[in-house]
């Protein structure tokens, strides 16, 4: 029975909020252990300890047990790369490559409606598809992050939130001072939210100056906070920036300060073998965003020559204007069987090494592995339970390989962020959904107006 309320009752226990006893547990620390047989408890939205089930019971009281045979327990999942505003976006600019997707379609339409409320409308719809699927964090880039603060935090979702730079203007700012600016007081109105952090967002190398990217490198660096910039996404890119500058972007950006063991670069999709050994002796994380990459024609990513050479990386979705889900599930999947395809070997990127990827991995990233990317006793408890009982998904002997090979989104029964409960057997109770829905109506009428 799932949520069962009876608590325990041994004798001098320690108390606990509540305590998770699942049909098996992925804590992803350390690599590749899987448990059966044990239980999770909670306490002030911490995990308090990772036990056999008996053990707990005798050494644990709690208030509230949630028993969920047939299930699995594991992080949460970190999107690693996201545009959550663009949930409005999604389907409006389909099978256009990534210039003329942006300079005909995304950017016209960004232009005429990308305000402060259709920020906010966005970024709650992405964070409620988030978490419907079992993201807990998301890394954010995008126009207004001050909206997008606001709906995370009025959602109880963590999210780590771009200062976005970009040298033109806009809605949002006028000019690289104003977006540093305007960016850096979000930050300082937030600096009391614990599931709230920070990085610099510099759009990509094509669309920020030298000078810019100077003043971000000095400010990643005082700051301590990372930064999140797209870069070789696809070969015109690269072509283009050779011909404007004499450089490939991954060199400019690494004579600029940018390139270091808080960079985030995104999609990375075209890189040489030179260019792999900088970024890892560098300590640069990327993200890896299978979907759009191949939804915008860019490329395959070569993930598995990013793991030879020693690379962190995380998974995201991109916004779901290029994606079109904001599905982490889908992402797990297209990774594994890309770097499989890629490399004609099949054992290049194995279920538990993806799974490290969007979860660990993402948090490495962030600066959050002491918090989140794995059911540690002392790190929130980021978690969701993964149902795995269905018959459609019948014989089970791997459940680790079951998550990416067989399950989806759907099979998420519940989500936990710092403890909270947002979603209990596949229903969200974090926002009111009818609402939203009515907000995105309007939007998206709007959008067939122009």
């Known amino acids: ?84 505003a663009m949930s409005l976006l999604r389907g409006y600019a389909d099978d256009l490559p990534l210039m003329r997707w942006l300079q005909e379609r995304i950017w016209p339409a960004e232009g005429a409606l990308a305000g402060k409320e259709f920020v906010a409308t966005g970024s709650k719809l992405a964070a409620l598809e988030m978490l419907r699927g079992g993201t807990t964090c998301v890394n954010d880039m995008y126009f207004f992050p001050e909206e997008t603060a606001k709906a995370m935090a009025g959602i109880g979702m963590r999210a780590t939130l771009g200062m976005i730079v970009i040298d033109f203007p806009t809605a949002y700012a006028q000019s690289g001072d104003d977006y540093l600016a305007k960016g850096l007081q979000t930050r300082d109105d937030y600096a009391d939210n614990a599931l709230l952090s920070f990085c610099l967002a510099p759009h990509a190398p094509y669309t920020v100056s030298d000078p810019l990217l100077q003043r971000i490198s000095e400010l990643s660096a005082q700051l301590d906070v990372p930064i999140h910039i797209h870069m070789h ?89 290029s994606n079109n889900r904001l599905d982490a599930w889908q992402e797990l999947r297209h990774a594994a069987l890309l770097a499989k395809g890629r490399s004609h070997d099949a054992s290049a990127l194995t279920a538990h090494r993806v799974l490290s990827a969007a979860t660990l991995g993402g948090a490495k990233a962030l600066g959050l592995d002491s918090k989140i990317g794995s059911l540690l006793p002392g790190k929130a408890a980021d978690m969701i339970a993964v149902r795995l009982d269905e018959w459609i998904y019948q014989p089970c002997y791997d459940p680790v390989s079951h998550l990416v090979y067989v399950t989806g989104r759907e099979q998420v029964s519940h989500v936990w962020v710092a403890g909270e409960l947002l979603m209990a057997n596949g229903v969200l109770s974090c926002a009111n959904l009818t609402e939203v829905l009515a907000e995105a109506e309007f939007w998206r009428q709007k959008l067939l107006q122009l």
């Open 1 to 84: 029975m799932d949520n069962a309320n009876t608590p325990y009752s041994p004798t001098n226990p320690r108390t606990v909020d509540f305590v998770v006893e699942p049909e098996w547990i992925l804590p992803i620390e350390p690599a590749g252990l899987l448990l059966t047989g044990h239980a999770l408890a909670v306490r002030d939205g911490r995990i308090e300890a990772l036990l056999p089930t008996d053990q707990m019971r005798a050494q644990f009281s709690c208030r509230e047990t949630f028993r969920l045979p047939g299930q699995l327990l594991m992080p949460g999942l970190v999107n690693l790369h996201c545009h959550s």
């Open 233 to 321: 996404e696809t070969e015109q890119e690269i072509a283009d920036e050779v011909v404007r500058t004499g450089m490939r972007p991954v060199d400019r950006l690494d004579r600029l300060g940018i390139i270091g063991p808080r960079t985030i670069a995104v999609h990375a999709v075209h890189l040489s073998d030179t260019e792999m050994a900088l970024l890892a002796r560098r300590g640069a994380h990327l993200a890896h965003c299978p979907t759009s990459n191949l939804k915008l024609g860019s490329g395959i990513a070569n993930v598995p020559a990013w793991e030879r050479h020693g690379i962190t990386w995380g998974l995201g979705t991109d916004g779901a204007a």
